[in-house]
């Protein structure tokens, strides 16, 4: 069974900085894409920042571009995600997938474009 483990949440305050890891293992197929979302209670997991693998190339939310940048890592199945000057607005839990099939940039915003989820890691923004 594919295993995906984030790290990195926290509390910080407005202004700071973190980054935040993800990494999956045991994974059997191709990966196309690896990708962050968001979820605060009572509202829907929202896309964030996703990473296309075989073709190459990054996207984000309106919200969060010019402040996050994902990024690969040397191991295998890895990818990371930078967040700059972070706002309270930005206060949720953080999920991040990883999807084996071939698509569109806008289907990758979905989560059903994701095979499997972490559990997520906190991040707390204080203003």
């Known amino acids: 069974q594919v295993q995906v483990v984030e790290s990195g949440g926290g509390l910080v305050q407005a202004g700071d900085s973190l980054r935040l890891s993800c990494a999956a293992s045991?994974?059997?197929?191709?990966?196309?894409?690896m990708g962050w979302f968001r979820q605060v209670p009572g509202k829907e997991r929202e896309f964030v920042a996703a990473?296309?693998?075989?073709?190459?190339?990054?996207f984000y939310s309106d919200s969060v571009k010019g402040r996050f940048t994902i990024s690969r890592g040397d191991a295998k199945n890895t990818v990371f995600l930078q967040m700059n000057s972070l706002a309270p607005g930005d206060t949720a839990t953080y999920y991040c997938?990883?999807?084996?099939?071939?698509?569109?940039?806008?289907?990758?915003?979905?989560?059903?474009?994701?095979?499997?989820w972490g559990q997520g890691t906190q991040v707390t923004v204080s203003s």
């Open positions: 997938g990883i999807g084996g099939r071939s698509d569109s940039n806008a289907y990758y915003r979905s989560v059903s474009a994701y095979d499997y």
């Open positions: 045991r994974v059997t197929f191709g990966t196309q894409v």
């Open positions: 990473m296309r693998f075989s073709r190459g190339g990054s």
